[in-house]
Every structure is written in structure tokens, then in C-alpha cells.
């Protein structure tokens, strides 16, 4: 029996803008970092990372206090109970690969939408058999996500998981890094996006979340989020 009847949330702006690329865009939310019990779900938060992070100070979990108890059930779930959540996610997509082929879309999977947890390691089943990662268990399902821990890279990810390193103020040097193996970088800029930022292009992240679809070694330029983000001067939203 499935806990959760709204797993996957695919009505925030940015899931909405993919329709009109062709694409339902599902969105797994749990409680960022350690808002979500004694355990860490986003290894590598920088303080601004964490003080501005929109699992819990923007969009749905700002306005609803049901919403953040949701995502810190889901997160405990996660961490308490890993197999039975797993078998849980593996239901929600493909109710949504259903639901996607019935409008006519592809469907793609954002697994980390406010955590930043390695799914490339954690192992699911699906009918019966196991498997070790959503990207294996799922391989007509494309998959993306946005992460801040640079080891992600060190090894080859599945095929169908796109990986976008984000900055904060106290990662530039990975940045530059990875820009150069050819990885694609989010920064989140204050007012309008510039041209190019540690030598690369930037182009507009804010269009949808389909980063699976982005040419590779650019700069993903983001516009601030919620208030507390467009007031930051902790350094991770860069102002020009």
C-alpha cells in the first residue's frame, strides 16, 4: 500500500513550462539537509545553500506547513525505511509514465528536488527484479538532477541521468573543474543573466528543467527565487 498519495509533484512553474517542450516533468521534494530528522539528505550545503534553499523557504513549502511535514515524512521514509520507500517511488513513476503517455509526453524524473542524494548508488526493484539504480530499473525514462557534491562526477552516471553541479559561495574551484571536463554548472544570478561567467556562456535555466537538453560546458543562469534569495549577500547568488 503506497503512503503517499502525491509522490511527485508536477504542477510548480517549472514542470508546468516542460509541456510546451514536450515533456512531463515529475518532481520528488523531501526536507532539504537535516530539516528532515537526525540525518543529512544534501551532503555538501554551503550556509547560504541552506539558509536560502527552496525546499523550504519558497514556492509551495513557504506558503504550507502540510507541505513541509509531507516532505519531512518523506525524507524520514527515505532514511528509515529505504526499501519500502524505493518500492514507493518505483510505483509513483510509473504512474506517471503512465500518465505522460496518455497526454502524449515524455516523461522525465527530477529524483533530488530540494535533497541532494546520490540515486546512481541506491538500489530499487521493479517487477520482481532488482536493480541497481532508478536510471537501470527505468531505462525509457530520462532522469535529471542538480547536486553540489563534486564526487558525483568522479564516476560514469547512467546514460539517461543528466547531473547539473551547482555553485555556492564556497565552490567556485569545483565549478571551474568540471566546466573544464565539459559538465554544465547552475549559478544563480541577481538581476538580468550576463553573457558569460568564468569563461563560459550562460544560458537561461529558467525556461524549464529539462537539463538533459542543455549544450554541454556552458554556465545555467538562474534568477533568484523567494525573497530571502533576492535579499542574499551570503555570496551564493552572485550580484554584478
Known sequence: MLRFKRFLSMDN????????YGYLNAINYMAPHKSGGKFNLC??????????????????????????DSRKRKAAYFMKERKAFMV???????????????EGLKLVIRPNG?????????????????????????????FVDYT???????????S???LTF??????????????SNGFNVAVVF??????SYLNRKVISGDEHDLRHLDPKGVIIGLTPKGSRAKKDASGFVVRQ
Open 13 to 20: 512553474p517549472k514542470a508546468i513550462k516542460a509541456i510546451g
Open 43 to 68: 551532503s555538501h550545503a554551503s550556509l547560504g545553500c541552506i539558509m536560502l534553499c527552496l525546499g523550504e523557504h519558497s514556492g509551495q513549502a513557504a506558503m504550507s506547513e502540510k507541505v513541509r
Open 88 to 102: 514507493e517511488f518505483v510505483a509513483h513513476i510509473e504512474k506517471a509514465q503512465a500518465q505522460a503517455h496518455k
Open 114 to 142: 530540494s535533497s541532494d542524494i546520490p540515486f546512481e548508488g541506491v538500489a530499487c526493484e521493479r517487477n520482481g527484479k532488482a536493480f541497481r539504480n532508478l536510471m537501470e530499473a527505468f531505462p525509457d525514462v530520462q
Open 148 to 158: 553540489k557534491n563534486p564526487n558525483r562526477f568522479k564516476k560514469p552516471l547512467p
Open 160 to 162: 539517461n541521468y543528466s
Open 166 to 179: 551547482s555553485r555556492s559561495e564556497t565552490n567556485e574551484a569545483d565549478c571551474d573543474a568540471l566546466l
Open 190 to 195: 541577481s538581476g538580468s543573466l550576463p553573457d
